[in-house]
């Protein structure tokens, strides 16, 4: 996320330019608003300057029908040439700090930061910050975790399994 607060709209999936492996052309593919990399770009019909679109969706909440740049905003699909490059990037994830290694094509970026292993999930029990890595096996053992009794349908937590005997359960239920 943007933090400089300079700026009036701040971008959901910013892209630091030094996310980037190998040179490219800043200029033609940073957008207008948040000064990151674009993403999702679209461009003013009228001056065609980029975007990205969540940015210019935020602009126009708050000036409607006017581009950043004073004149009259109507969206535009945007120019071939910058799409081009920006399908030419390799992008680190953004759970790099975390330790994933991917550099990931432009197109590819959202559907590898979705999937990735090293993004934090929290337990359902806990509530403890894991890598998605790691969640499952800690879920297993989480003692904060609901489990349901198959016999009685009781709620109860699995730090609790041993004061809940299912045979005892069973037994009640036949008599």
């Known amino acids: 996320m943007n933090n400089d607060s300079n700026k009036s709209v701040e971008q959901s999936n910013s892209i630091a330019a030094d996310r980037v492996q190998g040179s490219f052309d800043e200029d033609l593919v940073t957008c207008s608003i948040c000064h990151m990399i674009l993403w999702k770009p ?39 040439a910058i799409l081009k490059v920006l399908s030419r990037l390799q992008i680190n994830c953004c ?13 590819g970026l959202e559907k590898h930061e979705q999937q990735c292993d090293y993004q934090p999930k929290k337990c359902e029990g806990c509530q403890r910050e894991l890598l998605l890595k790691d969640l499952a096996q800690h879920q297993q053992q989480c003692d904060q975790i609901d489990l349901k009794c198959s016999t009685c349908e009781t709620l109860f937590k699995r730090k609790d399994m041993k004061n809940h005997n299912e045979v005892q359960c069973l037994k009640q239920q036949l008599q």
């Open 42 to 80: 679209v461009a003013c019909k009228t001056c065609e300057n980029s975007f990205c679109s969540d940015c210019i969706n935020q602009w126009q909440q708050k000036q409607p029908n006017k581009c950043p740049f004073t004149c009259h905003y109507e969206e535009r699909k945007c120019i071939g």
């Open 95 to 107: 759970y790099m700090q975390n330790g994933c290694s991917a550099a990931v094509p432009y197109e």
